[in-house]
């Protein structure tokens, strides 16, 4: 079936640095891929998606491109903050299912 | 942008008793409502989706009487931990779909559940 593989955490960085998280998936067909953020005390939020291969999607400054070919979607940051300290999870939905697959999710701390 | 509450975010029980968390969207409605556990260090696991005026729908494996889920509103849903036992210790989240925009998912803050 199908499924998300992300890297585990917890990351820890210092403010500025760059940021990946690593994502890879196994879906039959063609699936929408998704980087959800919870933030301390708060729920998931959607962070970027995207739907097709070679797609960027892209939001505070984090960026993630469909890969088909790699079958990847990995997160990215030029220059993380404090503020960016979070779980983040990546996820898959396949075709008509509305259904989400999960990854671990991947903890991150963001020193000044 | 859009809320959606869940209450209570903690909740320590004894063992038989029953625990409901309730999941409301607070500024939009939602005909569908998914309820997912999550056990530490493993990925959210989809327990049922919660539609509005009817039946859950639960995924293989969930035991349909002892999560039951109520979605009796466009605004609320409820689970409710029947009996509850220790191996029931874990984190719920509720997250509701705003249409039309079927992408669009929204979730609660979680509830821990400690059965003691």
């Known amino acids: 079936g199908d499924s998300v593989t992300q890297m585990e955490g917890p990351v820890t960085l210092s403010e500025e640095a760059f940021l990946t998280i690593n994502c890879t998936y196994t879906?039959?067909?063609?699936?929408?891929l998704f980087w959800y953020v919870q933030y301390p005390g708060e729920g998931l939020q959607l962070l970027l998606k995207?739907?097709?291969a070679d797609d960027k999607g892209s939001n505070k400054g984090f960026e993630a491109t469909y890969r088909k070919e790699t079958t990847s979607f990995h997160l990215e940051k030029g220059s993380v903050q404090v503020s960016d300290s979070a779980v983040y999870f990546c996820?898959?939905?396949?075709?008509?299912?509305?259904?989400?697959?999960w990854g671990l999710g991947t903890s991150l701390a963001v020193n000044p | 942008g859009a809320v959606v509450s869940q209450h209570p975010s903690r909740v320590i029980c004894k063992s038989g008793t029953s625990v409901k968390i309730e999941c409301r969207s607070l500024?939009?409605?939602?005909?569908?409502m998914f309820w997912y556990r999550q056990f530490p260090k493993q990925s959210l696991m989809l327990m049922a989706t919660?539609?509005?005026?009817?039946?859950?729908?639960?995924e293989q494996g969930v035991e349909k009487d002892k999560f039951l889920i109520n979605h009796a509103s466009l605004t609320l849903s409820t689970l409710t931990v029947t009996s509850a036992h220790p191996e029931d210790s874990s984190f719920y989240i509720c997250?509701?779909?705003?249409?039309?925009?079927?992408?669009?998912?929204?979730f609660g803050s979680g509830t821990q559940l400690s059965v003691l």
């Open positions: 997250s509701a779909l705003r249409q039309p925009e079927n992408e669009k998912l929204f």
């Open positions: 500024d939009f409605q939602a005909t569908t």
């Open positions: 919660s539609n509005e005026g009817s039946k859950a729908t639960y």
């Open positions: 879906a039959t067909g063609y699936p929408s």
């Open positions: 995207a739907t097709k």
């Open positions: 996820a898959l939905r396949g075709g008509n299912n509305r259904k989400l697959i």
